[in-house]
């Protein structure tokens, strides 16, 4: 019985950000829809406790021999072979973020997701050492994998400038987690023990730098802005993003910042329904998650121009230039201003949000390897 492995790495890592999310979703979504006979599998490097990389209907996650930061090292060096075999296993191997092996094994597919270009185009919004290991790891996929799955033609297309792509892209978009735009029979005690204020600005995403929450908080602090505080759900990232500083060097009282940190999906799902509008600022995206979450909630959503928000949003929300803080009060306020444009921007939004699933991520991403195995035989 052939098996499909998927690298769960990113669940085990200290801030699983977006690409956790991703990795979880779509392996949970390939389990459910497996073709006839394929099993699916997780892996993940030595570690003392793997339950983070358990999904219900994966087997797994096996364990390779080594830890987490020799792993890594060694699939730099290429090497599938370090005193003990690293092959993960399996007749096809997925990665969902680019910590992938060096290339296949002879018989067994090997396709990479890259999810963004942001090494070659925002290089500051990495440290130098990930800036580095990202484009090395991004690179040699692009030369050495089967295939390549980016989430949005926005990255399909600006990929190319930056490596040679040996390997055939394929455009695949991301999903909804139904749990996240549901709202919870105890909404109203998970919101209490948040203490989330009665109407907000609500932002989510890894607190670091490109995600623009400096831009964020000089708009609600320009006069013209709408007087409301913002709830930021998210972990720290690197950078030392510190929003109460960012508030009051921008004039902007640091009690009207909410900082949430990781929240559970039954939390985000209340987070996301209290809020009265999403604001997605960020410099750069591959895909933007969190506006086609909200968008899918209802919420109304302003983003930058980032060309991979601006595709998934579809028109369904405001666009502001990056950097903007004025536009982006301008927008916001807009937007809470106007209970009719804003009915409108959460009918058109949830339309928008309706063309993505994970189970059609999932079925995608199994034609690439079906696709693969039969060129093969």
């Not at 089967?146 to 926005?154: E, G, I, S």
């Amino acid at each position: 019985m052939p098996k499909l492995v998927v690298l769960l790495e990113q669940l085990l890592a200290p801030v699983p950000g977006g690409t956790g999310r991703y990795s979880r979703e779509l392996t949970a979504a390939l389990a459910a829809t497996a073709p006839a006979g394929w099993t699916v599998g997780g892996a993940v490097a030595r570690h003392a406790d793997p339950t983070a990389a358990v999904i219900p209907g994966v087997e797994g996650p096996h364990l390779l021999p080594l830890p987490r930061r020799a792993l890594v090292a060694a699939w730099d060096r290429r090497l599938l072979w370090w005193g003990v075999p690293l092959w993960p296993g399996g007749d096809a191997v997925h990665a969902p973020t680019p910590l992938a092996p060096p290339g296949p094994r002879r018989g067994c597919e090997l396709v990479v997701t890259v999810h963004d270009t942001v090494p070659w185009t925002h290089p500051e919004g990495l440290t130098r050492r990930g800036v580095g290991w990202h484009r090395r790891m991004v690179g040699r996929a692009a030369r050495r994998a089967d295939a390549l799955v980016v989430p949005t033609a926005a990255v399909a297309h600006d990929l190319p400038r930056h490596v040679p792509c040996q390997a055939r892209v394929h455009v695949v978009g991301e999903g909804v987690t139904a749990t996240v735009t549901r709202q919870p029979e105890q909404a109203a005690g998970i919101a209490a023990r948040l203490g989330l204020p009665p109407r907000y600005v609500l932002a989510v995403g890894t607190l670091e730098p490109r995600k623009g929450i400096e831009t964020l908080l000089a708009a609600l602090a320009v006069p013209h802005a709408p007087d409301l505080p913002v709830v930021l759900v998210g972990q720290p990232g690197w950078g030392r993003v510190n929003p109460a500083a960012l508030a009051r060097r921008s004039g902007l009282d640091p009690a009207r910042v909410h900082m949430l940190g990781r929240v559970t999906d039954q939390e985000l799902a209340v987070v996301l329904h209290g809020a009265a509008v999403l604001a997605a600022p960020s410099l750069a995206e591959g895909f933007g998650l969190p506006v086609l979450e909200a968008m899918a909630a209802g919420v109304p959503v302003v983003h930058s121009d980032a060309p991979a928000l601006v595709e998934v949003a579809g028109g369904a929300g405001v666009t502001v230039r990056r950097g903007d803080a004025d536009g982006l009060a301008a927008a916001l306020r807009v937007v809470l201003s106007d209970p009719g444009a804003a009915r409108a921007m959460s009918v058109a939004g949830r339309s928008r949000a309706k063309r993505f699933s994970w189970e059609r991520t999932a079925r995608r991403v199994w034609a690439v390897h079906l696709e693969l195995r039969r060129r093969r035989s």
